[in-house]
Nanobody
Framework: QVELVESGGGSVQAGGSLKLSCAASGRTFRSYSMGWFRQAPGKEREGVAVIDIYGTASYADSVKGRFTISRDNDKNTLYLQMNTLKPEDTAMYYC??????????????????WGQGTQVTVST
């Protein structure tokens, strides 16, 4: 079992940057694939980025080249560096953990553990 707590959200103008963090409890963080998902009002939750236990990352087309997912297994922490933010990036961002060690998709069904979310708001 793993517990996840996100931080780092906030309000920023378009073109700005934010870095989200996700602190995980437990000693087995390094054995989970991790992901970031987001959900805007009135929309379904969508996958943003995932990273497996080997550090291999995948991104949604909408964020490629702008967002970077990373993990620090010694600190039990997942990160999402978001650059060149756009108003359409506005959403609640969730951290998630999967017991799948590799091959994890940008699909919430692959993830069994979720944080409470952190709000990101991008204004024009």
């Amino acid at each position: 079992q793993v517990e996840l707590v996100e931080s780092g959200g906030g309000s920023v103008q378009a073109g700005g940057s934010l870095k989200l963090s996700c602190a995980a409890s437990g000693r087995t963080f390094r054995s989970y694939s991790m992901g970031w998902f987001r959900q805007a009002p009135g929309k379904e939750r969508e996958g943003v980025a995932v990273i497996d236990i080997y550090g291999t990352a995948s991104y949604a087309d909408s964020v490629k080249g702008r967002f970077t997912i990373s993990r620090d297994n010694d600190k039990n922490t997942l990160y999402l560096q978001m650059n060149t933010l756009k108003p359409e990036d506005t959403a609640m961002y969730y951290c998630a953990a999967s017991t799948l060690r590799w091959g994890t998709r940008l699909d919430s069904r692959d993830f069994g553990y979720w944080g409470q979310g952190t709000q990101v708001t991008v204004s024009t």
